[in-house]
């Protein structure tokens, strides 16, 4: 078993090579870990307002494009106040 084969119907935090930050349901992935997740969001963060959510559904990432996949505690991240969560935004990764 892979180790994202643990992570199937649970809820993760992706991020991006370019800095993007998607939370939603990993329902499969491929042997180039293109990753398909379900109830998507993308959260965007600012330094003068709150983390935005952005509604995507059902989304594909591509498997060259991720730096990080990793597991959310929803009960911690259900408790979360985003809208007075101020962050700088991730930029690139950097190779």
Do not use: W
């Amino acid at each position: 078993m892979s180790g994202l084969e643990s992570y199937i119907n649970h809820t993760v935090s992706i991020i991006t090579a370019d800095g993007r930050n998607f939370i939603g349901t990993l329902k499969g992935f491929d042997q180039t870990i293109n990753i398909i997740i379900d109830e998507c969001h993308e959260r965007v963060f600012s330094t003068t307002s709150g983390i935005e959510q952005i509604v995507l559904g059902l989304h594909i990432i591509r498997g060259d494009n991720i730096a990080v996949i990793g597991l959310i505690d929803e009960t911690v991240d259900s408790r979360l106040d985003l809208a007075n969560i101020r962050g700088e935004p991730l930029g690139p990764v950097v190779h």
